[in-house]
Nanobody
């Protein structure tokens, strides 16, 4: 089992920055990748960014050049640095961990609200 706890959300003006943190505990050795998803009201949850165990990263087109995902293995924590925020970035952001095993379901955090005012 893996537990994920997000922090760092809040209210920010357009053009501002926030950094989200996702702290993992439990059987973290079973995880091959950690990502951030977001869900805005009335919309489907979408992938924002993901980082693999080897450090490879992937971003949604809408956040490329503005968001950066990184990890601190010593702290079992993944970060999402969000710069140049736009009102359309407003959503609940969820941390996701993908296990190596295909028999195991993804793990999710409880979510953290990010609100960007215009």
């Amino acid at each position: 089992q893996v537990q994920l706890v997000e922090s760092g959300g809040g209210l920010v003006q357009a053009g501002g920055s926030l950094r989200l943190s996702c702290a993992a505990s439990g059987s973290t050795f079973s995880i091959r990748a950690v990502g951030w998803y977001r869900q805005a009201p009335g919309k489907q949850r979408e992938l924002v960014a993901v980082i693999g165990n080897g450090g490879s990263t992937n971003y949604a087109d809408s956040v490329k050049g503005r968001f950066t995902i990184s990890r601190d293995n010593a702290k079992n924590t993944v970060y999402l640095q969000m710069n140049s925020l736009k009102p359309e970035d407003t959503a609940v952001y969820y941390c996701n961990a993908k296990p190596w095993s295909g028999y195991e379901s993804d793990y999710w955090g409880q979510g953290t609200q990010v609100t960007v005012s215009s």
